[in-house]
């Protein structure tokens, strides 16, 4: 039998286990992360903010939806494309924007958590929403054809790859405008 020697881990992680809990601190080091990597409980944090928004998730679905009926009505293979990136746009901009437009951004750095881990926490989140909707889109735009006989769509691997990848441009670029708006209003 071998050992391996102790890991040393940074002066945020737990110590020992969480009150209450049989786990040990790899657990609680898995939860939490590193200084600067989001845990699984910020992504989850995250993943509930963008939920949580009604009207969000209302367009979000109105867009995949709408896109792919719309593309049955007009009988094109674009539209779908098109809905299912400005659902993923609209995701990023509000997952890159939310807290510094509510004004708890700052509060949230002053808690000890790192800006970066702040930022990284939201990629998983809203890419797992960008994908989820842009499956969903899929299903329609699959469900269509068996009920009106026509032919079936070409697999969901293209609208994932784009949607993704339009999440992510609309998450850098809103989290720019938002930290240099931070930083005018702060010296105004």
């Known amino acids: 039998m071998t050992t391996t020697a102790e890991r040393t881990e940074p002066a945020t992680c ?37 939920t949580r928004r009604r009207g969000l998730m209302i367009t979000a679905a109105a867009l995949t939806a709408g896109a792919v009926i719309a593309s049955y009505l007009v009988r094109t293979d674009v539209l779908p494309g098109a809905g299912y990136a400005l659902m993923a746009v609209l995701l990023g901009v509000c997952a890159g ?41 899929y299903v329609v735009a699959a469900a269509g054809p ?26 850098g670029l809103s989290s720019l405008g938002a930290g240099i708006w931070r930083t005018v209003s702060r010296d105004a």
Not at 32 to 47: H, K, M, N, S, Y
Not at 146 to 169: D, E, K, Q, T, Y
């Open 97 to 137: 924007t939310a807290d510094v437009t509510a004004g708890v951004f700052s509060g949230l750095v002053t808690t000890g958590r790192s800006p970066v881990a702040l930022f990284l926490a939201r990629i998983p989140a809203g890419l797992a929403l960008s994908v989820a909707f842009t499956l969903a889109g």
């Open 146 to 171: 068996a009920l009106l006989a026509g032919p079936p769509p070409a697999g969901p691997g293209g609208p994932i790859v784009s949607a993704c990848a339009a999440f992510l441009l609309g998450l």
């Open 14 to 50: 737990p110590a020992g286990p969480r009150p209450g809990s049989n786990r040990g601190p790899r657990a609680a080091w898995a939860l939490t992360g590193d200084a600067w990597l989001p845990g699984v409980r910020l992504i989850r944090a995250e993943f509930l903010k963008l």
